[in-house]
Structures are given as C-alpha cells and as structure tokens.
C-alpha cells in the first residue's frame, strides 16, 4: 500500500527551528514531486515547498524563503523540510504529498499530517 507518514512536529517558541520528516513506503520518489503543505485553523490549504526528486529543483512559498530548507534522500524514500527562524503564522498542520511535478500537478497522495505549533 502507498503510505505517507508526516512526523517531527511539536510545539516550539519563535525563532526556533523544526525538522519534519516525509516517509513514504509502496513506491519510490524517483521522477515525482513531494511537496509540503499546510493549513491553519479557519484557513485554506497553502503551498510552502516543493522538490522534484528528478533533477532536484525547489520551490518555495514567499512567505518562507530564506527560512525553510526542502531536501529529500530518494534512497530512503523520505523528504525533509527544515524549519528555520519560525514565527507564530507558521503554526498550521503540515501534510506532504506526492505528485507528478511541482507546478500545477493533481496531488494523489497524501499524508496524515503533524501539527507546528509555534509560540510567541
């Protein structure tokens, strides 16, 4: 089965940092688009980072450069998102997903998600 399990998540102050971890298991990030997601309470889902396992493009969410870092270890079928210099608008659940690319790919998988929290 394909499985997607977010972790790392917690509670930590501003300006601190958080890793999470993207796990996937039933296929390979060869040649697909993980992207990282997240969703705030009484707010839409928005797009913060994105990698093509491929060629290892990144892209970014504005309101996050500078300060996240996406990577991804295709050997172990797993995507970091490392999280600098973090601010309470920050605070959201965060979901990976799997799709063809970055720009504008439906996005068939997706995880349980894990919940950021950050104080102020």
């Known amino acids: 089965e394909v499985q997607l399990v977010e972790s790392g998540g917690g509670l930590v102050q501003a300006g601190g940092s958080l890793r999470l971890s993207c796990a996937a298991s039933g296929f390979t990030f060869d040649d697909v688009a993980i992207g990282w997601f997240r969703q705030a309470p009484g707010k839409e889902r928005e797009g913060v980072s994105c990698?093509?396992?491929?060629?290892?493009?990144?892209y970014y969410a504005d309101s996050v450069k500078g300060r996240f870092t996406i990577a991804s270890d295709n050997a172990k079928n797993t995507v970091y998102l490392q999280m600098n210099s973090l601010k309470p608008e920050d605070t959201a659940v965060y979901y990976c997903?799997?799709?063809?690319?970055?720009?504008?790919?439906?996005?068939?998988?997706w995880g349980q998600g894990t919940q950021v929290t950050v104080s102020s």
């Open positions: 997903a799997i799709g063809e690319y970055c720009s504008g790919s439906p996005w068939g998988y």
């Open positions: 990698i093509s396992s491929g060629d290892g493009t990144t």
